[in-house]
């Protein structure tokens, strides 16, 4: 017949599992502050890397996004604050609050036309229009516009980065947030060109007409589709998409 485990036996058990538990918060202790020293030492050799890097990261596109890749690799923001060390020293935060600025300007420049929603692409190509030889010296890319306008949210729910299927981008700049069904919409003229029509949201998406009229007459009444008012059958047109195909 077994016998039971006596008072010491569970006492020493106990001690054992005590010393366990230190033991591994020892480690983790020791673990944590290892890799708060190598983050420090990561961080100081970016800080270094920056002085030395300031031109080319102000004027390379693509050093700018691998500069950017390596700080979001240890959690650092140098868009964080317009006051703070990175900002001082590379004037990055300048050069992307700049952008957004500039972003905002040509999406109300342009909102009666589209509706208040952009590509991202198109407004790419009126921003440098608009820049003229100052683009020249500093070259602007698309993942530069997209860091920029994303910044563009502390304004409230006016401004929002909407991504579409196709690894595209457009800018809404008026207040409101789109809905699900008005989403699906832009996607599915995002691959017509920037058409869409009636059947093809009720053989693809699997909607009724009535449900098709709600949300199209909403998207009209917003300025966000234009009727195709010659065409057989009803069909719409997205401004911020198919002006973006010849822009």
């Known amino acids: 017949m077994r016998r039971k485990a006596g008072i010491g036996a569970i006492q020493k058990r106990r001690a054992d599992t005590e010393k366990f538990k230190d033991k591994a918060n020892e480690l983790a ?119 920029s306008a994303k910044k563009l949210k502390v304004l409230g729910n006016g401004f929002t980065v909407i991504a579409l299927g196709s690894g595209r981008y457009l800018v809404q700049s008026v207040p409101g947030e789109l809905s699900s069904d008005q989403i699906s919409v832009l996607e599915e003229a995002e691959r017509n060109n920037g058409c869409i029509a009636t059947s093809s949201l009720h053989n693809k998406q699997g909607w009724d007409y009535n449900r098709i009229d709600i949300v199209m007459n909403k998207m009209v009444g917003e300025g966000l589709v234009w009727v195709d008012a010659k065409a057989t059958e009803k069909t719409y047109w997205v401004p911020s998409i198919f002006t973006s195909q010849f822009g």
């Open 29 to 147: 202790e020791v673990q944590l502050a290892e890799l708060s020293s190598q983050l420090e030492a990561f961080q100081t050799n970016l800080e270094t890397f920056a002085r030395e890097h300031k031109e080319e990261i102000k004027k390379d596109p693509k050093f700018r996004k691998h500069f950017q890749e390596m700080c979001a690799s240890i959690g650092v923001d140098p868009l964080a604050s317009g006051k703070g060390f990175w900002s001082n020293m590379l004037e990055i935060g300048d050069f992307y609050y700049e952008l957004a600025v500039q972003i905002v300007e040509v999406c109300m420049a342009h909102a009666e036309k589209t509706g208040g929603l952009m590509e991202l692409g198109d407004i790419k190509h009126k921003l440098i229009k608009s820049r003229g030889r100052s683009a020249v010296h500093q070259e602007i890319t698309t993942e530069d516009l997209l860091i």
